[in-house]
C-alpha cells in the first residue's frame, strides 16, 4: 500500500493525499527511475526543530492563548510537523530587542547571576515541549560571553574571549544549563560558541579551530563535571559546513578533544556543499552530524513597511533541496532558525530581517504559512526520530531531488522534490518491486508504504 502526499505551487492544498498504485513485481523502466534499496543502510534520524529565541516568543505572545496553542501545536503536535529538537541561545542574539546578560559588569566571580528577566522565553519553550508531548532534544548555544570578557569589550563585533575569563565563562555556561534544570528543562547538548568564524554587528566571539578546541578540553568539559552536567553533549563548531572538514580536522588533532565531542554543528550559509558532510563523517563516522541553523533573510523596505520576498515558492524549495542533499550526505538532523517571527521578520534590534516559516503580524495577530513550513513538513511529519536512511537514487540529470527512509515500524518514506516547471514521469522502484506516478512542477511529494 502507497499513500502519498502533495505540496504544490499552484494549490492551497498542501499535503494533499493522492493516489499512487501499488507496487508490482517485474515492473518495467520509465522516463525517470527513482531506485530505493533498504538492503544499504545509512544513518539513523534524530529528528527536526528549531530555535527558540526572543523574537520567536515575543511574535507569538500577540496572540490569545488559545490561538498561540493552535501555531505552537503547527510546530510540535503530532498533528503539526513533529518538531522534537530545539535550539535556545544563552542570552541575547541580533534577535532579541536590545542585548542582555545575565551577570553585571565586571563580575568574574558570577554572584550576580540572574536569568530571570528571560523568564518568559523559558516559559514559552515550556509551551512548546508540553505540544511535543513533554520531551525536546535541546541544545544551548552562546552568541557571545559578556563584553567584559571579551578584548573587544562589547559583546558584539567579534572580538576573541580573554584568558583570564575563560573559567568563568564556562562555569557561566553551567549555571545557564543549571537554571534552566531549575525550570525543569533539560539541556542535552551545547555548542562552544555560535558562528566562531564571523565578526558580526550583533553579538559574536571568535574562537580558531585550536582555540575552540582547547576551550572543551581545558574549561568547558572540566566546569560540566565540576557542575555534575557531564551528561551535556558537546558539539562543535556551529558555523558554516563549508568551513566543516577544515573545522573537525583542525580540532581533533588537538590532544583529547575528539574523544570529548559527540557531534558537529553547522549552518547552510555561504554554500551548498552538502557533500562536505559525506567527508566529515568518513573521517569521523562515530560523531552526531546535524544542521543547527538555516533562514532565508530578507530585505526591509522602510517606505512601504514591508519585507521583500517573504513568502517566495522558492525558499520552500531551497529549503527542501537542501534537506534532500544533507541527508543523502549523513545529517542525521535538521534545525531550523527562528520559528515565529513577525511580519517584518523580527523583532531584530540590528534589522536583521528574515523570514521564519511561519509569520505573525503584531498589528492584526494574522498567521502565516511560508512555503518552507509545508516543504520542512514533507520530511519532519512522515521520516520518524530512529529511521533509518536507505538507498535511493535517481537518474534524472537535474531538478529532481531523492531521499529515503525505513522508519522504526518498518514503513518506507519516499521524498521526491520537483524543482523544475514541468511535470515528470517517474518510475519508482523499491526493492525490486516497481509503480508509476506523475510529479507535479515545483511540488514535493511524500510516499510512505506500508
Known sequence: MITAYVTQKTSLNHFREVKIRPLKSNFGGGPCNVVVDTSQRFQKHMGFGGAITEAAW?????????????????YFSKDGLCYN???IPIHTTDFSVEPRTYVAEGDSELSSFDMSWDRDRFDFYLECRQAAGGSLFTIAAPWSPPGWMKDNGEVQHGGKLLDEYKGSWAQYCCKFAKGLADLGIKVDAMTVQNEPEAVQRWESCIYTAEEEALFIRDYLHPALVENGLADIKLVLWDHNRDAVVRRAATSFSIEGVRDLVWGIGY???CCDKSENLSVVHALYPEKALFLTECCVELAYDSTTGKSSYAGVWEHGERYGRQIIN?????SQGWIDW????NEEG???YVGNFCEAPVMIDKHTGAVSYMSSYYYIGHFSKFIAPGATRVYCGNDALSMLYTVAYENPDGKKIVVIQNTSSKRREITLTVD????????RPHSIMTLVID
Request: zero cysteines; aromatic letters at 12%.
Open 432 to 439: 525490486g518491486k516497481g509503480t508509476a506516478f506523475t510529479v
Open 267 to 269: 549552518h547552510w550559509y
Open 346 to 348: 523580527g523583532p531584530t
Open 338 to 341: 527562528n520559528i515565529f517571527l
Open 85 to 87: 529538537m530545539a535550539r
Open 58 to 74: 515575543r511574535a507569538a505572545s500577540v496572540l490569545p492563548a488559545a490561538e498561540r496553542k493552535k501555531v505552537v501545536d503547527a
Open 326 to 330: 544533507d541527508l543523502n550526505n549523513y
